[in-house]
């Protein structure tokens, strides 16, 4: 099961180790609940990607907000964590979905 999921990116990369490829992005939120009082500026978390999405982020700036395609995998303890296959594309400003019908 796929979903989408919106995140502050700070940084993506990409590392070959033994011939096969990894990356991770890297997102920032702010802090929430009993880690607020103790934490100053965004709490980071690294989210494994496919390597497809490292390309999909030519243009990226640090603290975009991207919205990428997302699957669940299994992690350890029996928990499972988001795993990001692909970057949703942006919708074109000039779409045809946002054009008001013209006056006959």
């Known amino acids: 099961m796929q979903f989408e999921m919106n995140v502050t990116v700070l940084g993506v990369t990409r590392v070959t180790v033994d011939g096969r490829t990894f990356s991770s992005v890297f997102t920032g939120q702010d802090p929430v609940g009993d880690n607020a009082a103790n934490t100053r500026g965004y709490e980071v ?20 907000n991207v919205n990428f395609v997302a699957m669940l995998r299994k992690a350890a303890g029996g928990k499972s964590q988001p795993f990001f296959v692909g970057v949703v594309p942006e919708k074109a400003a000039g779409s045809t979905a946002n054009k008001q019908p013209a006056d006959k």
């Open 45 to 64: 978390t690294k989210i494994g990607c496919d390597p497809q999405v490292f390309d999909q982020l030519p243009n990226l700036k640090p603290g975009d």
